[in-house]
């Protein structure tokens, strides 16, 4: 099946992201690389605790509550200045439950194949540091699919930053009678303007691409390829160092494509535009944006946008007119304590319906040293 990640990422290639909705990499944070890290042993704790109660009334998908915590206590050595190890385990625990709703193995290595393209084999930088809009990459999937797993590129550069990867979500041996799923994808943006300019413009590409199926699998259904691709122009004008940062203005250009005819829908293109505006504050952003969408579909997205329910069997509406707004806030104390808070809201326009969602998140990262240990 490497032939459709190729395939897959070929196709994304052609489209040349930052997010079109609230920066939330707050609630999930993945380490940076230390430099002058050498021979370091350390151990590190990420948790989450978590609350964020969804108030949707439509026909798209219904209204629920998630409360609990995430803990990943895990041990990250730096084999040299160029490779990391980390390893540990992953656990969800969910209010009102008496044993862990999840609890996952999680091994990385993180090497720096030169200054500006880094490689990630394992557990992935994944979630919402992917850095794609909310129609075809849900935010929610951090608590639903906390961990990626499969390989990564990123290159970081002055005009062009790029992540791609592929999400291995399930694998088969001969003879399973379950399909193999993965998630390709790629996130990009280039700026076009000087990066000293307080005036930037830059050019967001995207494209997730899911794949079921499996050649020596016994899975009776038909295989399946889905793909969105999203571009589109961003505009943002630097303020200063007050308390309002910056302003911005986005519109993306976003497509569904079913590859293989197999979706169970009688229709395999869709398309949609997304404007947005946002202006960032001291301690979060502030959004609002409008969605109209003709025939789309996205697995990874967020129900709220798509064309199809979640819930309810073969409801399917061609077109969506959606409006919404987001605020948020969040607050670093001693660099390893960060505190937010989130309101969403959501418009249907045809259907005169309001949806709203808000959340908290108290997120906990400390990094104790433990010893050098030198690598031979």
Avoid at 29 to 38: G, Q
Avoid at 112 to 134: A, P
Avoid at 151 to 158: G, P, S, V
């Amino acid at each position: 099946m490497l032939r459709w990640v190729v395939m897959l990422c070929c196709i994304a290639m052609w489209w040349n992201s930052s997010l079109a909705q609230v920066d939330q990499t707050w609630r999930y944070y993945y380490p940076e690389f230390k430099e002058n890290a050498d021979n370091n042993l350390y151990f590190r704790l990420e948790n989450n605790n978590f609350v964020k109660n969804n108030e949707y009334f439509g026909d798209y998908i219904e209204g629920f509550t998630m409360m609990g915590y995430t803990a990943q206590p895990s041990l990250v050595y730096y084999a040299g200045s160029r490779l990391r190890v980390k390893a540990g385990v992953h656990v969800i625990q969910f209010s009102g439950m008496n044993e862990f709703t999840e609890v996952l193995p999680t091994f990385s290595i993180h090497t720096k194949l030169t200054d500006k393209l880094d490689l990630i084999m394992g557990g992935l930088q994944g979630d919402v540091h992917h850095k794609l809009i909310e129609p075809v990459f849900n935010p929610e999937n951090q608590y639903t699919r906390p961990i990626e797993n499969g390989f990564q590129f990123i290159y970081t550069a002055d005009r062009l930053w790029l992540d791609t990867w592929v999400d291995w979500e399930q694998f088969i041996f001969l003879g399973d009678d379950k399909p193999e799923k993965f998630t390709a994808g790629l996130s990009t943006e280039y700026t076009i303007t000087k990066k000293e300019s307080d005036f930037q413009v830059s050019v967001p590409g995207q494209m997730v691409a899911t794949h079921l199926g499996g050649q020596i699998s016994n899975y009776s259904e038909r295989m399946q390829s889905l793909a969105n691709l999203v571009t589109g122009l961003k505009l943002k004008y630097k303020i200063g160092d007050g308390f309002i940062k910056d302003v911005g203005f986005s519109t993306y250009f976003a497509t569904y494509h079913d590859l293989t005819g197999n979706s169970g829908w009688n229709f395999t293109y869709g398309d949609a535009i997304y404007p947005v505006a946002e202006v960032n504050y001291k301690y979060g952003t502030l959004m609002a944006g409008y969605w109209k969408a003709h025939n789309f579909l996205s697995p990874k997205g967020s129900s709220l946008f798509q064309s199809t329910s979640n819930y309810k069997p073969g409801y399917y509406s061609a077109d969506r007119n959606l409006v919404t707004a987001k605020f948020s806030f969040a607050r670093t104390f001693m660099k390893q304590i960060t505190f937010s808070a989130m309101v969403e809201t959501y418009y249907d326009i045809p259907a005169s319906q309001f949806d709203y969602s808000y959340g908290l998140n108290l997120v906990f990262t400390p990094n104790f040293f433990i010893s050098k240990v030198k690598f031979d």
